[in-house]
């Protein structure tokens, strides 16, 4: 059974998502205008009242979203992954705030120049860039899924964390 998430906006509220998982739960998130959330978990698709009731507050809901999502843990899969492609990894690295890479395009930063990593994906809402290009912009809140030897990493982290940048390397990370 696909996981179909339906999406229903509440005037006055904010948004219901509703979604049954694989195993038969339903999952129902209501995200309030003023950022709350509740989660509300149902053993069985067509249970009435839920099983379980859990009021998050925005920084706590991205925290667990970030979990859930595979920022803290990489998934057995990706580890999987690593291993074939050797001395390669893959790293989801969430852009630090106030980082001067912010606003900035892949080209401008040259990541892949200056450091040996790549950025082949940007994480962000509503939608993620896949196939991340030289002229995709870098927006806070983004996470930036990289490919690179693992001794590259700190010095990605470093510059993508303080810069500098300059606008010179232009097209320098094309993937």
């Given at each position: 059974?696909?996981?179909?998430?339906?999406?229903t906006?509440?005037?006055?509220?904010g948004?219901?998502w509703?979604?049954t998982t694989?195993?038969?739960?339903r999952?129902?998130?209501?995200q309030?205008?003023?950022?709350?959330?509740?989660?509300?978990?149902?053993e069985r698709?067509?249970d009435?009242e839920?099983?379980?009731?859990?009021?998050?507050e925005?920084d706590e809901?991205?925290?667990?979203?970030a979990i859930?999502?595979?920022a803290?843990?990489?998934?057995?899969?990706v580890?999987?992954?690593e291993?074939?492609?050797?001395e390669?990894?893959i790293?989801?690295?969430?852009?630090?705030?106030?980082s001067p890479?912010v606003?900035r395009?892949l080209?401008?930063?040259?990541?892949?120049?200056?450091?040996?990593?790549?950025?082949?994906?940007?994480?962000?809402?509503p939608?993620p860039?896949?196939g991340?290009?030289?002229?995709?912009?870098i927006?806070?809140?983004d996470?930036?899924?990289?490919?690179?030897?693992?001794g590259?990493y700190p010095?990605?982290?470093?510059l993508?964390?303080?810069g500098?940048?300059?606008n010179g390397?232009?097209g320098?990370?094309a993937?």
């Amino acid at each position: 059974m696909p996981f179909e998430l339906r999406e229903t906006r509440l005037p006055g509220v904010g948004v219901k998502w509703t979604a049954t998982t694989a195993h038969g739960s339903r999952l129902t998130v209501i995200q309030h205008a003023d950022g709350t959330r509740e989660l509300y978990v149902f053993e069985r698709r067509r249970d009435e009242e839920p099983a379980a009731v859990v009021q998050l507050e925005d920084d706590e809901a991205r925290q667990l979203g970030a979990i859930l999502g595979g920022a803290y843990e990489r998934p057995k899969i990706v580890e999987e992954l690593e291993m074939a492609f050797g001395e390669l990894a893959i790293e989801w690295v969430p852009v630090p705030d106030g980082s001067p890479a912010v606003g900035r395009t892949l080209a401008d930063c040259a990541f892949r120049a200056r450091t040996g990593i790549t950025i082949i994906a940007i994480l962000r809402e509503p939608e993620p860039v896949a196939g991340a290009q030289p002229t995709d912009v870098i927006e806070a809140g983004d996470t930036l899924v990289t490919v690179g030897k693992l001794g590259q990493y700190p010095a990605f982290r470093r510059l993508l964390a303080q810069g500098p940048f300059g606008n010179g390397d232009a097209g320098a990370d094309a993937p």
